[in-house]
């Protein structure tokens, strides 16, 4: 009953937080983009060849999407969540001190393996928080990370890189993600419907 009270007293925290975590989704996969020049400078590569990240990411991260739904029925949606955060915040700290093309091609498979798993726990939380009546407005507000994320973030990580260089973005990136890893843990409310098999 006090998980439902502080819900309900201040839902739009947990919009906040839940869109925050949208806008570093997005971040995450749109973020080479502005990128692709400096990275193939140095790592001396072709910048169709330093936009394969991109796919990369986006491929394991789609795969993983398909099963973390039915672990976050089976565990809950907030340890879900955490650890993708986290794993994305230790894989964007690491990619900033990548030596080569190699490691950071590797680094960036394995972000997209940890970040599947946070847009299926985040949507499923929206779902076990709020009613019915009021889900799709905090849908609403929540899918709006995707157009912050798209027309103030990813310039903000371009920016970063013009000013001091690219490796700066993903450690932001990193910290970004580290951040909202230790707000999901200990602020986010425990999820109110997942289902533990019996």
């Known amino acids: 009953m006090r998980r439902k009270r502080s819900r309900q007293?201040?839902?739009?925290?947990?919009l906040l937080f839940l869109m925050t975590c949208i806008v570093l989704f997005v971040t995450t996969i749109g973020m080479l983009g502005p990128?692709?020049?400096?990275?193939?400078?140095?790592?001396?590569i072709s910048v169709a060849q330093a936009g394969q990240l991109a796919t990369i990411t986006a491929f394991p991260w789609a795969l993983t999407s398909l099963i973390t739904g039915w672990l976050s029925d089976r565990y809950g949606r907030k340890p879900l969540l955490s650890i993708s955060l986290l794993g994305i915040g230790t894989c964007s700290t690491l990619a900033a001190l990548a030596p080569n093309f190699a490691t950071l091609a590797?680094?960036?498979?394995?972000?997209g393996m940890v970040g599947?798993?946070?847009?299926?726990?985040?949507m499923a939380t929206v779902g076990d928080h709020f009613a019915p009546v009021e889900r799709g407005r905090a849908m609403g507000w929540v899918n709006a990370g995707f157009g912050i994320a798209t027309v103030?973030?990813?310039?903000?990580?371009?920016?970063i890189a013009g000013a001091w260089g690219w490796r700066?973005?993903?450690?932001?990136?990193?910290?970004?993600?580290?951040?909202?890893a230790g707000g999901a843990?200990?602020?986010?409310?425990?999820?109110?419907?997942h289902l533990r098999p019996g």
């Open 9 to 14: 007293a201040k839902p739009w925290q947990l």
């Open 35 to 44: 990128l692709l020049v400096d990275l193939a400078t140095t790592f001396r």
């Open 106 to 111: 590797l680094l960036r498979i394995l972000t």
């Open 116 to 122: 599947g798993a946070g847009p299926v726990a985040l």
């Open 152 to 159: 103030a973030i990813i310039p903000l990580v371009g920016a």
């Open 168 to 180: 700066w973005s993903f450690l932001t990136v990193g910290g970004m993600a580290f951040f909202l």
């Open 185 to 193: 843990w200990w602020w986010l409310p425990a999820t109110a419907s």
